[in-house]
């Protein structure tokens, strides 16, 4: 089973810049790492998605060219660069891991392990 910790949210000025951390119990090349947020009010909705250990990650377009995601495999750490930042990125923010073998989607039922999220929010 694995365990998720997120780190790195904060209150920022749009424009600005945040770096979440999500650090895993455990390691396995088959598994999808997801990036996550919800706003009050509104659905959880998928940021980014990533094959761990893999380069490519998926964005949603709303934040395309705004976000990166990076992997550090030797500490089972995943990083969601956020730049760029806009008071409608205001939101808990968590990481996700799906169970080996499950397909990588945005859809947050593919996912079973969820850290505790971290809020991000961005002033205008």
């Known amino acids: 089973q694995v365990q998720l910790v997120e780190s790195g949210g904060g209150s920022v000025q749009a424009g600005g810049s945040l770096r979440l951390s999500c650090a895993a119990s455990?390691?396995?090349?088959?598994?999808?790492i997801g990036w996550f947020r919800q706003a009050p009010g509104k659905e959880r909705e998928g940021v980014a998605i990533?094959?761990?250990?893999?380069?490519?990650?998926l964005y949603a377009d709303s934040v395309k060219g705004r976000f990166t995601v990076s992997q550090d495999n030797a500490n089972n750490a995943t990083y969601l660069q956020m730049n760029r930042l806009k008071p409608e990125d205001t939101a808990m923010y968590y990481c996700?891991?799906?169970?080996?073998?499950?397909?990588?989607?945005?859809?947050?039922?593919?996912?079973?392990?969820w850290g505790q999220g971290t809020q991000v929010t961005v002033s205008s």
């Open positions: 990533v094959y761990a250990g893999a380069d490519v990650p």
């Open positions: 455990e390691r396995s090349s088959y598994y999808c």
């Open positions: 996700a891991a799906t169970e080996p073998g499950v397909g990588c989607a945005f859809d947050p039922v593919y996912f079973r392990y």
